[in-house]
């Protein structure tokens, strides 16, 4: 199983990046997939997951209004729209898949996990 995230870069505040999160070596028609996030120093952050059938989404609240998660499964992939990006956002962006047919949260970590992509929202 591989999950590979793409699509961070350096961004002013208030500037928009959409991640992408490739997936192989699974079905997605049976996993949820979520990102999350570690900035230098800090603990990892639960951002945001989607349910297999996309009709499921959670985000915390730190992100909620501004983040949107959505899915291609017939292409494997996973998005991650950020707009309006804050400095606070700066960190190490992670996409992760748990078998099940519904959401994940910071409370039970997802079974697979990918590498990482950096975003940095600085002026």
């Known amino acids: 199983v591989q999950l590979q995230a793409s699509g961070g870069g350096l961004v002013q505040p208030g500037g928009s990046l959409r991640l992408s999160c490739a997936v192989s070596?699974?079905?997605?028609?049976?996993?949820?997939i979520g990102w999350y996030r570690q900035a230098p120093g800090k603990e990892r952050e639960w951002v945001s997951s989607?349910?297999?059938?996309?009709?499921?989404?959670n985000y915390a609240d730190s992100v909620k209004g501004r983040f949107a998660i959505s899915r291609d499964n017939a292409n494997k992939t996973v998005y991650l729209q950020m707009n309006s990006l804050k400095p606070e956002d700066t960190a190490t962006y992670y996409c992760?898949?748990?078998?099940?047919?519904?959401?994940?949260?910071?409370?039970?970590?997802?079974?697979?996990w990918g590498q990482g992509t950096q975003v940095t929202v600085s002026s």
């Open positions: 992760a898949a748990d078998p099940s047919l519904g959401v994940f949260d910071s409370r039970v970590p997802p079974t697979y």
């Open positions: 070596g699974l079905s997605l028609d049976y996993y949820a």
């Open positions: 989607i349910s297999s059938s996309s009709r499921l989404t």
